[in-house]
């Protein structure tokens, strides 16, 4: 079946430190793949997103590129802030499929 | 515009009794989705309504679940005689059409059910 394997955490950083965040994923065909952000008290926002091999998502400083060959899409930003404080999930929907399927999620806390 | 809310906030409830979940999709969203976030589980995929009709409810996890979706807005996620494994915080997310590549799934704040 399809699935999710992220980084455990939680991941602990410095202010300005880089950040890598690792997802692999298994499914059939090319699924689309997501980077979804929960900021504490708040609901699940979608961060980036990418729907076809080698296609880069990105947004507020973060990047994904969408491996095929290595079946990955793994988070990364230059320099990380207090305020990405937060759990991030990474996900896909398969094609042809309604459903996301997450990964476990980490946790990330950013020190100043 | 509003987004996706979700009611109540919060559920305490005594084991064995029934609870139903309330989901407001953003307007003119045609897709809604139950999702459930557990210490254990994760966040699991439970049903997804396409209108008024629920063509995968491969994630419900027992006859004990069963959902609804009325006039092609809200929905409501029925648990009766409810478990302390159902604990968990329940999202609803709604997206705007047929999934297709890229749809975006926008979540609400969810709902904390609490099984004493």
């Known amino acids: 079946g399809n699935s999710v394997t992220q980084m455990e955490g939680p991941v602990t950083l410095s202010e300005e430190a880089f950040l890598t965040i690792n997802c692999t994923y298994t499914a059939t065909g090319y699924p689309s793949l997501f980077w979804y952000v929960q900021y504490p008290g708040e609901g699940l926002q979608l961060l980036l997103k990418?729907?076809?091999?080698?296609d880069k998502g990105s947004n507020k400083g973060f990047e994904a590129t969408y491996r095929k060959e290595t079946t990955s899409f793994h988070l990364e930003k230059g320099s990380v802030q207090v305020s990405d404080s937060a759990v991030y999930f990474c996900?896909?929907?398969?094609?042809?499929?309604?459903?996301?399927?997450f990964g476990q999620g980490t946790r990330l806390t950013i020190n100043p | 515009g509003a987004g996706v809310s979700q009611s109540p906030s919060n559920k305490v409830t005594e084991k064995g009794k029934d609870v139903e979940l309330r989901c407001d999709p953003i307007?003119?969203?045609?897709?809604l989705y139950w999702y459930r976030q557990s210490l254990g589980q994760g966040l699991e995929f439970l049903i997804y309504?396409?209108?008024?009709?629920?063509?995968?409810k491969s994630g419900l996890p027992s006859d004990r679940f069963s959902a609804e979706r009325t006039g092609g807005s809200v929905s409501t996620l029925t648990i009766q005689r409810t478990q302390q494994e159902d604990s968990a915080v329940y999202l609803c997310?709604?997206?705007?059409?047929?999934?297709?590549?890229?749809?975006?799934?926008?979540f609400g704040p969810g709902t904390r059910l609490t099984v004493t």
């Open positions: 997310a709604s997206s705007l059409g047929p999934p297709g590549r890229g749809d975006e799934q926008y």
């Open positions: 309504f396409q209108g008024n009709s629920a063509p995968d």
């Open positions: 990418a729907t076809k091999a080698d």
């Open positions: 996900a896909l929907r398969a094609s042809g499929a309604q459903k996301l399927v």
């Open positions: 307007s003119g969203h045609t897709a």
